[in-house]
């Protein structure tokens, strides 16, 4: 059985820093590429940031600069280090595997966790 496992999402001030860890189980963990996606209220899920089976790295222009995704193999997690925080970036974040490693959108990923809220405050 797959499971996802976020954590590390909590209320932070504008211009402080988060990391979000997601602990995967039940998957070949380096098969997997690895994805960060977020959803604010009201909104639709969006892409954040991924990582390939090999490392390579993707990230939405919104968050360029700014966080940083990298994953562990020793210890199944892809994390998300989360710099200059802003109110905008409000949302449930959610990790997700693609064991194609091609997937260009939500729909691609084949595993999801169930959410960690991350609030940012002005």
């Known amino acids: 059985q797959v499971e996802l496992v976020e954590s590390g999402g909590e209320l932070v001030q504008a211009g402080g820093s988060l990391r979000l860890s997601c602990a995967a189980s039940g998957l070949t963990f380096s098969s997997y590429a690895m994805g960060w996606f977020r959803q604010a209220p009201g909104k639709e899920r969006e892409f954040v940031a991924r990582i390939s089976r090999n490392s390579k790295t993707y990230y939405a222009d919104s968050v360029k600069g700014r966080f940083t995704i990298s994953r562990d193999s020793a210890k199944n997690t892809v994390y998300l280090q989360m710099n200059s925080l802003k109110p905008e970036d409000t949302a449930v974040y959610y990790c997700?595997?693609?064991?194609?490693?091609?997937?260009?959108?939500?729909?691609?990923?084949?595993?999801w966790g169930q959410g960690t809220q991350v609030t940012v405050s002005s």
């Open positions: 997700a595997a693609d064991l194609g490693g091609i997937a260009t959108t939500a729909s691609g990923y084949e595993y």
